[in-house]
């Protein structure tokens, strides 16, 4: 496998295996269709892609998802030890307000044709400004959006984000 930047378009179903190791890291049944759009190169999931609205046509504000569990377990021990805010303080604030344009604008772009119930709002994880969730960020980061807050939670995870960046090891971003 080759680390490339992720293209949001190359990506395909999920296999069965995909849909069961999303169930068992959910603690539930996805709620939404969606797409592996990052994996470890074992092809276990890291990131998914959800659909813009549930299967019952619910607005879904988390475009991408985390669901790596040694990734979840490291970037909620950051969040407990104050990592919103700090995250918050030292990322300029333009980009971060960019990075919630471009994911807002993104998700609205996936919305079926002819859509007119409601819709998702807000950018990152449903944010509409500031920082809600590290884990929503550095998905959002991981699969390819250009993002602070990931990229200020991937600086914080040490060796554990070394696979991730650039030049790491590889990960599969199809």
Not at 55 to 84: C, H, I, K, S
Not at 91 to 112: G, I, K, M, N, Y
Not at 161 to 172: I, L, M
Request: proline share 10%; charged share 25%; aromatic share 2%.
């Amino acid at each position: 496998m080759t680390t490339v930047r992720p293209s949001r378009s190359e990506t395909c179903d999920p296999t069965p295996g995909d849909v069961a190791a999303v169930r068992e890291r959910l603690g539930r049944e996805p709620q939404a269709g969606f797409r592996v759009v990052v994996r470890r190169p074992d092809g276990s999931p890291v990131v998914i892609r959800n659909e813009p609205l549930l299967d019952d046509g619910t607005p879904m504000p988390t475009r991408y998802w985390l669901v790596d569990p040694e990734l979840a377990r490291a970037v909620g021990t950051l969040e407990a030890e104050g990592g919103v805010d700090r995250s918050e303080s030292e990322v300029d604030a333009a980009e971060l307000a960019e990075a919630h344009r471009r994911a807002s604008a993104e998700r609205t772009a996936a919305l079926p044709a002819g859509h007119d119930g409601p819709s998702p709002s807000g950018g990152v994880g449903g944010t509409r400004r500031g920082v809600k969730c590290l884990h929503a960020h550095l998905a959002n980061h991981l699969a390819g959006g250009e993002d602070p807050v990931g990229v200020w939670v991937l600086d914080r995870l040490g060796p554990l984000g070394d696979p991730f960046r650039p030049g790491g090891a590889p990960v599969d971003r199809s």
